[in-house]
Nanobody, 115 residues
């Protein structure tokens, strides 16, 4: 069994920064993909950023240059540093781990950016 526990998030003013963390535990394969997704009210869940176990990253166009995804493989933890936050970034953020044996989601954390 795999569990993902998220931390971070909260309320911030536009232009501010937040950092999200997601720690995985359980039967973790060394080869995996971890990603951050978000879902705003009335919208579909979308990929924000992802990172392979080898460190290759990808980002949604809307966050390029503002968000940075990173990971610590020794801790099975992925981070999302969010800078220059905009009200449009307001959403529930979820981390996801994809391995050959399945896909696992974190519990979600609210990020609210006030204008």
């Amino acid at each position: 069994q795999v569990q993902l526990v998220q931390s971070g998030g909260g309320l911030v003013q536009a232009g501010g920064s937040l950092r999200l963390s997601c720690a995985a535990s359980g039967s973790i394969f060394s080869s995996n993909y971890m990603g951050w997704y978000r879902q705003a009210p009335g919208k579909q869940r979308e990929l924000v950023a992802g990172i392979t176990s080898g460190g290759r990253t990808n980002y949604a166009d809307s966050v390029k240059g503002r968000f940075t995804i990173s990971r610590d493989n020794a801790k099975n933890t992925v981070y999302l540093q969010m800078n220059s936050l905009e009200p449009e970034d307001t959403a529930v953020y979820y981390c996801k781990m994809t391995m050959i044996v399945g896909t696992y989601w974190g519990q979600g954390t609210q990020v609210t950016v006030s204008s």
